[in-house]
């Protein structure tokens, strides 16, 4: 089944663009995090936010969540790990799964934390973004785990099944037990390492290589260029237009991801805007078609 559109992420701007495509009758994908947005869910007030006057961003989110749910409007909890042109309209990795849609509406957000020196040289040469994909490449293997969101979990664990070894670095405080063949090193990884286009270590903080056939990398977001090749990019932020429109043909961008104010009003009001322009690129396709 080929959606009229992908959401890719869950804060305001994903949930104000699903929204309006559900007002529009459209047939679409909101990928993410089915508990939204853990950077508003941090927020300890929330005081310019429309109709929601001082409120926590925990309830913000509980908010939203009824809101969807209210509509119907399901949430495919995964993270996207590609997205690729297939000519007339962009098939998306996410996880095992492959889905297809005549537009994307990009809301990832800003990176709470970047690619390492030689990652993006070497994804798919010893660097993975998805456990479930690539695992059984590694078994038996050593591998590395750089993990930054607790819900991501599950997926160390699972590769801790198949490698020998498990070099794991979470992102975050009071992380749970993984498996007996895994180590958490204290100094963590600033540089990957590589001879003849395939990895071979991670470079530690305190100056120390670690060799590591392979490393997965659980975050939130992934890196533009290696999300979306081609995708034009301006001081580090998506490049859009009025329309929210990106360089790239029925792909659309909102919110953080488009650069500053950081402020979820303003993310909220780019996802109606790149929702109506999905609605006219979907219009102006189906006419042309006629």
């Not at 799964?97 to 990832?108: D, K, P």
């Not at 009001?269 to 042309?288: D, M, Y």
């Amino acid at each position: 089944m080929v959606y009229d559109a992908a959401i890719i992420g869950t804060g305001p701007a994903g949930v104000s663009a699903a929204l309006t495509l559900a007002a529009n009758n459209k047939k679409f994908l909101l990928i993410g995090s089915a508990t939204l947005s853990d950077k508003v869910g941090r927020a300890e007030r929330i005081a310019n936010y429309p109709g929601l006057p001082m409120v926590t961003g925990a309830e913000m989110n509980a908010v939203f969540r009824k809101q969807l749910a209210e509509l119907n409007i399901d949430i495919t909890d995964r993270m996207v790990t590609g997205i690729a042109d297939l000519g007339d309209h962009y098939g998306l990795m996410a996880g095992s799964e492959f889905y297809e849609a005549a537009a994307v509406i990009l809301t990832t957000g800003v990176a709470a934390a970047g690619t390492l020196p030689g990652e993006a040289d070497l994804v798919g040469r010893g660097v993975s973004y998805c456990a479930t994909c690539d695992g059984n490449l590694y078994k038996g293997k050593t591998i590395a785990v750089i993990c930054n969101a607790r819900r991501f979990e599950h997926e160390a664990v699972f590769l801790s099944e198949l490698a020998s070894k498990v070099y794991f670095f979470p992102g975050y405080k009071d992380a749970g037990r993984i498996g007996d063949n895994v180590e958490t090193p204290s100094a963590r990884p600033v540089k990957m390492n590589s001879d003849h286009n395939r990895l071979t270590s991670l470079t530690l903080q305190d100056g120390s290589d670690l060799p590591v056939d392979g490393v997965f990398c659980l975050r939130d977001s992934m890196s533009l260029a290696t999300l979306m090749p081609g995708l034009a990019t301006e001081d580090g932020h998506i490049a859009v237009d009025r329309g929210m429109k990106t360089n790239l043909r029925g792909c659309f961008a909102a919110g953080d991801c488009t650069g500053r104010p950081y402020q979820y009003v303003k993310a909220a009001g780019e996802g109606n805007v790149a929702a109506h322009s999905v609605i006219a690129f979907l219009a102006a396709r189906k006419a042309q078609e006629e």
